[in-house]
């Protein structure tokens, strides 16, 4: 083949055009030239418009997980809140609740105090305020226990009142506490008067367990009680004051197969819910005591003899 005949020119692949760095240079100038154009005529503008526009359900659909995830932990965020509010204004209530239901016994208490106190000055007796502690546990007595004992001069005995009357006897002294029998216990007696009529006699704590009564026992068929009439102490056992109200009349049945009369009487004293009280000192610690009797002169010996 001739010399002549051979091309010198590579082949197409081993071809370079612009260099990378022309390129580069290119490129570069045409987007700040581009840049300035849009930022000084808006050429992009309609163009970007455009754009948004189409692209726009899809960036809603994309961005619906995300906002739902949102709304959720946002909702979750609100109800626990809303019931952590709602526990904290239940508490507040049952605050308020509890203080107004203690401003009602503080108030209750004071009207008791009060009264406890006007009639320690009607019954001119040496008296010792103390507080119903609990109830006794036998279920078979009525019998309360008071937070004052030995230590605080109490003595057995020793009688027990509220505002009202009379409450019990002191039955049993420790040296902190006092176990008092209710005058509605089946174990107590009272001496006690017809205020209306004067007749006296003997009012026994009922034997029906938690009647809450007392009866009046060994009472004539034909005495003078009727319903309503008030029984104070009479003071003659020596423990009870005269004077203080015990109980008034419920009812007086007459058995044509009884000599006696059955007399159900309710204590006046609030026997089941009293919280604080009196405790007295015995009558008999503040009479003066009984004179000896007289010595009896021998027989067979003349007086004025040795």
């Known amino acids: 083949m001739p010399l002549g005949t051979l091309d010198g020119t590579p082949p197409p692949f081993f071809r370079q055009g612009p260099s990378a760095l022309s390129k580069l240079i290119v ?6 030239l581009l840049m300035v154009a849009d930022v000084r005529f808006q050429m992009t503008q309609p163009l970007r418009a455009v754009i ?9 659909l994309v961005q619906r997980p995300i ?3 949102q709304g959720g932990s946002q909702y979750f965020e ?4 809303s019931q952590t509010k709602e526990a904290a204004a239940q508490y507040r209530l049952g605050l308020q609740s509890q203080r107004a239901q203690q401003v009602e016994q503080l108030t209750l208490e004071n ?3 009060r009264s406890l106190l006007q009639m320690r000055d009607r019954i001119n007796t040496p008296a010792l305020a103390a507080q119903v502690l609990y109830d006794a546990a036998d279920p078979y007595t009525r019998k309360v226990i008071i937070d004052k004992g030995s ?3 109490v003595q057995a005995g020793a009688p027990v009142l509220d505002e009202v009357g009379i409450l019990g006897q002191v039955t049993r002294v420790y040296p902190l506490v006092s176990e008092v029998s209710l005058v509605t216990d089946r174990n107590q007696a009272i001496p006690v008067l017809n205020a209306r009529t004067g007749v006296r006699g003997l009012a026994f704590g009922d034997s029906v367990a938690r009647s809450g009564t007392l009866e009046l026992r060994f009472m004539d068929a034909n005495v003078d009680m009727a319903a309503g009439d008030l029984l104070t102490t009479s003071g003659v056992d020596g423990i009870y004051p005269p004077g203080l109200s015990v109980a008034r009349v419920l009812k007086t049945e007459r058995r044509a197969d009884s000599a006696f009369a059955r007399i159900t009487c309710e204590p006046v ?3 089941a819910g009293s919280l604080h009280v009196l405790v007295l000192h015995p009558l008999a610690k503040q009479m003066a005591e009984r004179p000896a009797p007289d010595a009896v002169p021998v027989a067979g010996k003349k007086r004025g003899k040795p």
Do not use: D, E, H, K
Request: charged share 5%.
């Open 27 to 32: 490129f570069s100038a045409l987007a700040v």
């Open 52 to 60: 948004g526009t189409l692209l726009y359900p899809l960036q809603w």
């Open 67 to 69: 906002i739902w995830a």
């Open 78 to 81: 609100t109800l626990s809140n």
């Open 111 to 113: 009207a008791q105090l």
């Open 151 to 153: 230590l605080a001069a």
């Open 269 to 271: 004293a609030r026997v």
